[in-house]
């Protein structure tokens, strides 16, 4: 039995540098086993994601591994089969980019239906269109699928929803394809961008990559390379926004401010004072908080992996907020553990109504999901006694070191383990 155990917290100040991008770094991954030669990326956070994929790539014959500087190196050039356990390919979300970067090469891909987080289903039928379109069957059985492909040919895809995941995954499957491929309405997410820069650097002809339209002409070869992921802005976001829960001040470094537009806009509308340099950001406390109306969206709009931890800021600030999630309607497990510590919250068909204010009370209380679990943690720095957080596991697929950074910060923060029965888990009740 493990638990994250943190103690209300009077002004978190100081500095911290913010990781690569866990979102970026598992698109970069499989976008390396496209490659004809060894690849390095450099700033992938070591995170349980990562270990998972790395038992992934060994299985199949790549080379996956960390090296003593840090660099994660790959080498695709030995692959035996894409035959993917569906046990591991359900430990997280992306293993479906797995299909995309291996499809040219191996001819078939067999993998496991994704997991991770789940708010209640995230549909994949966006991907099998596109693979689709290029010339892929798709084949469904109970736990894993299977898509096959004698030859890929680029194609026109018109996406019927924005999804990043989608995007990412057509793009790692047309770079080798035959032809040019155009995707549209395809999101515009800076990982997006970030694994379009990659293949770009080895050998592929993309195009177009931050905009609807993006266009890949395929290519026969791909080299190697030494790429450096982007920093997470999902986690320097949660930072952000634990100065306005505590009434401090924090500084994120080695960050892309641009990508943070949304997030920065936000939190000055609720009352922080922002300020902003080349690569950092700083988050002032000016002692009030307002409430304010959120309504997730694709990039550049509010991400969805923001909203929870927003919710738990808002929970202090006087006034009703109105949290609405577009993206994912059914993500807010955590609210069923603000109301365990007082939060007033009420849902609504995909909206989260809060009426702020109100002082938050430690408890014991679950995490369903990364950003929950962020969430839950912002939570207890503002809450009067102790909060204890199950669930820890998925704080180790997202953040690295995350106990460490808020202690640096000045937090009173620790990670438990304990067999001596306690503590019981928390079941996630909507009561």
């Known amino acids: ?83 993917i356990d569906p046990h591991k390919a359900a430990m997280f979300r992306t293993s479906y980019y797995f299909v995309g970067a291996l499809l040219a090469k191996c001819g078939k891909v067999t993998v496991g239906y994704p997991g991770g987080d789940d708010f209640v289903k995230r549909p994949i039928d966006q991907h099998f269109k596109a693979l689709k379109s290029l010339g892929a069957s798709v084949a469904h059985y109970q736990h894993h699928y299977e898509v096959k492909a004698k030859e890929l040919k680029g194609s026109d895809v018109y996406f019927d929803m924005i999804t990043s995941g989608a995007t990412i995954n057509s793009i790692l499957a047309a770079v080798r394809a035959k032809g040019q491929t155009v995707l549209r309405n395809a999101a515009k997410d800076p990982e997006v961008v970030d694994t379009a820069i990659l293949l770009n650097q080895m050998g592929a002809r993309i195009s177009g990559a931050g905009t609807d339209t993006i266009r890949i002409e395929g290519v026969r070869y791909l080299r190697g390379c030494t790429y450096t992921v982007i920093p997470d802005r999902l986690i320097a976001g949660s930072f952000l926004i634990s100065a306005g829960m505590t009434g401090g001040a924090v500084t994120v470094e080695d960050v892309i401010p641009e990508h943070l537009n949304s997030c920065i806009a936000k939190l000055k509308e609720i009352g922080l004072h922002i300020e902003t340099s080349a690569n950092a950001v700083t988050a002032y406390s000016t002692g009030a908080l307002r409430a304010t109306r959120v309504r997730t969206a694709m990039y550049p709009g509010f991400a969805t992996d923001l909203q929870q931890p927003l919710t738990a800021l808002l929970t202090q600030a006087p006034g009703k907020s109105i949290i609405s999630d577009r993206i994912y309607p059914q993500r807010f497990n955590h609210v069923y553990q603000l109301r365990r510590m007082g939060a ?18 430690g408890n014991l209380v679950h995490a369903t999901d990364i950003r929950a679990g962020i969430c839950l943690l912002l939570a207890g720095l503002a809450a009067e006694g102790r909060t204890s957080i199950t669930g820890i596991q998925h704080f180790e697929r997202g953040y690295e070191n995350i106990v460490e950074a808020f202690r640096s910060l000045g937090a009173n923060i620790g990670e438990h383990d304990s067999n001596d029965g306690h503590m019981e888990l928390l079941q996630v009740t909507r009561s």
């Open 344 to 361: 007033n919250i009420d849902l609504r068909a995909g909206t989260a109504f809060v009426k702020g204010g109100a002082p938050l009370r």
């Open 1 to 83: 039995m493990r638990w994250i155990e943190v103690e209300r917290a009077s002004g978190l100040n100081g500095t911290v540098k913010i990781p690569g991008s866990k979102n970026s770094s598992l698109a970069l991954l499989a976008a390396a086993c496209l490659s004809d030669e060894p690849v390095r990326l450099i700033g992938i956070p070591e995170i349980a994601d990562f270990k998972v994929m790395c038992e992934i790539a060994e299985d199949i014959g790549i080379q996956m591994y960390r090296e003593s500087s840090g660099e994660v190196y790959i080498d695709p050039r030995h692959i035996q089969a894409a035959s």
